[in-house]
């Protein structure tokens, strides 16, 4: 059994390569390793305290970084949604068919985004039914 000693904090795996979110010297570094954890290559650089690695496509590889929803893919890096508070973050992502949710979490207001593209996000309106 093998190990790599670093301080990952998310980690995902997509095309026979291990994604690896990891904190070092005050930053957050993807870096791609091969299915024998080998480091093959850092992808980026990010400046932030908190990271998750939230959903992983053939269009690319969707992070929070702090209160950002941050997409990479072979274009480079762009962020694509902010939080409505800069202390929140977001948390949770899951797809069904075309369209990817992700969750904002922390102080009021939240709320879960969809988007089919990766790129636009729209907010979800809740309705709250009660019986009478």
């Known amino acids: 059994m093998r190990f790599i000693h670093v301080n990952a904090v998310s980690v ?32 980026k650089e990010f400046r932030g305290e908190k990271g998750f690695i939230l959903h992983a496509t053939n269009r690319g590889l969707l992070l929070s970084i702090d209160n950002r929803l941050v997409l990479t893919n072979e274009h480079g890096a762009e962020d694509v949604l902010v939080t409505q508070n800069p202390n929140n973050f977001f948390w949770h992502s899951t797809s069904i068919d075309d369209e990817v949710f992700v969750q904002e979490y922390g102080e009021s207001p939240t709320a879960i985004y969809l988007s089919r593209n990766l790129i636009d996000w729209r907010r979800l309106e809740y309705c709250f039914f009660h019986q009478l």
């Open 12 to 43: 995902t795996f997509q095309d026979d390569t291990l994604l690896v979110l990891i904190r070092e010297d005050g930053k957050l570094i993807l870096r791609e390793y091969d299915i024998e954890l080998t480091p093959l290559k850092d992808l």
